[in-house]
């Protein structure tokens, strides 16, 4: 059974900068997609970012882009998630994520993914 485990969370002030960490476990193939999504209390779980298994695409969403990078390396099964000029907005429950059926993609779906980490905690502080 893949185990995917975050890391990294906690607080931190408005503008300041954190970065996350997903290592994966039990995990024998290379070829995944990782994403990063997150959810804020009473509200629903959002993509924010994406990698395919070779790194060679990412996407963002709007809220994040330009703030948020994604990137994995694929030997160690680890995957992280630097974040900068964070704001109160982005305080929430941050998951990592693998889509193994269409590695090539950096997926936003929700949906289309297979494996969750349990979570991490990110309190920005205004």
């Known amino acids: 059974q893949v185990q995917l485990t975050e890391s990294g969370g906690g607080l931190v002030q408005a503008g300041g900068s954190m970065r996350l960490t997903c290592t994966a476990s039990?995990?024998?193939?290379?070829?995944?997609?990782t994403g990063w999504f997150r959810q804020a209390t009473g509200k629903e779980r959002e993509f924010a970012a994406a990698?395919?298994?070779?790194?060679?695409?990412?996407v963002y969403s709007d809220s994040v882009k330009d703030r948020y990078i994604i990137s994995r390396e694929i030997a160690q099964n680890t995957m992280y998630l630097q974040m900068k000029n964070l704001k109160s907005e982005d305080t929430a429950v941050y998951y990592c994520?693998?889509?193994?059926?269409?590695?090539?993609?950096?997926?936003?779906?929700?949906?289309?993914?297979?494996?969750w980490g349990q979570g991490t905690q990110v309190t920005v502080s205004s």
């Open positions: 994520a693998f889509d193994i059926h269409q590695p090539w993609m950096a997926d936003v779906d929700v949906e289309n993914y297979d494996y």
């Open positions: 039990l995990l024998t193939r290379r070829t995944y997609t």
């Open positions: 990698i395919n298994w070779n790194g060679g695409s990412t």
